[in-house]
């Protein structure tokens, strides 16, 4: 079993992905925002995954600025990133592994297959 940090501003997103994920046998650890996410990256809870959106709210850095900040101290740390923003070029390059990515809007099927995926691959 894996543990997972979910980081959507979206909380009927954030607790639909929460109750999948728990649903396939992994524990869960969610946050709001990037301040949340980044103290419990901070505290010793070990994270497998970190399922993150690129785009939050009232932060400029979102989801890939925390994956960065996370790797810091966690290198082996797996990110899953999502979004419902259009992604342009440059975001995409960041995406050449299709594991690393789940655009919104996501069925169950396909978060439970990202996640999967994720997981099975290495930081």
Do not use: C, W
């Not at 009927?12 to 990037?34: F, K, P, S, Y």
């Not at 949340?36 to 709210?57: N, Q």
Request: aromatic fraction near 4%; glycine fraction near 8%; proline fraction near 3%.
């Amino acid at each position: 079993m894996s543990r997972v940090l979910i980081v959507e501003d979206e909380e009927q997103v954030r607790v639909l992905a929460e109750g999948v994920i728990r649903d396939m046998g992994h524990e869960t650890l969610t946050a709001g925002n990037v301040d949340e996410a980044a103290a419990l990256l901070d505290s010793d809870v070990p994270i497998d995954l970190l399922f993150a959106d690129i785009h939050l709210l009232d932060d400029h850095h979102g989801g890939v600025g925390l994956a960065k900040y996370g790797r810091e101290s966690r290198p082996e740390l797996r990110v899953l990133y999502t979004t419902g923003r259009g992604v342009n070029d440059g975001t995409r390059a960041l995406f050449v592994d299709p594991h690393h990515f789940l655009g919104k809007p996501y069925t169950i099927q396909h978060l439970i297959v990202a996640v999967t995926n994720a997981l099975a691959h290495a930081a």
